[in-house]
């Protein structure tokens, strides 16, 4: 079974930075993509940025030159550094994992953390 645990979440100004981390555990293929995405209030849920196991990264077109994700060295880590931020980034940041095991692609989710950005 795959667990996802986010943490770095919290209350922050306009303005400031926060990173978020989010470790995995359990069976995970050496073929995957981890991401982020965030879903506020009364939204939908929104891509914010992934990367791959080779590195490749994806981000939502708004997000570019603010957000920036990358992986720890264990593979198993994946963080989001976030710069500049503003209020309407307010949202509930989810980790998600796809890894690919033989049997086609499997998916898991973060329970989410909180990110508020006061102005």
């Known amino acids: 079974q795959v667990q996802l645990v986010e943490s770095g979440g919290g209350l922050v100004q306009a303005g400031g930075s926060l990173r978020l981390s989010c470790a995995a555990s359990g069976t995970i293929g050496s073929i995957n993509v981890m991401g982020w995405f965030r879903q506020a209030p009364g939204k939908q849920r929104e891509l914010v940025a992934s990367?791959?196991?080779?590195?490749?990264?994806n981000y939502a077109d708004s997000l570019k030159g603010r957000f920036t994700v990358s992986r720890g060295n264990a593979k198993n880590l994946v963080f989001l550094q976030m710069n500049s931020l503003r209020p309407e980034d307010t949202a509930v940041y989810y980790c998600?994992?796809?890894?690919?095991?033989?049997?086609?692609?499997?998916?898991?989710w973060g329970q989410g953390t909180q990110v508020t950005v006061s102005s």
């Open positions: 990367i791959t196991s080779g590195g490749s990264t």
């Open positions: 998600k994992l796809v890894t690919y095991l033989g049997t086609g692609p499997s998916e898991y």
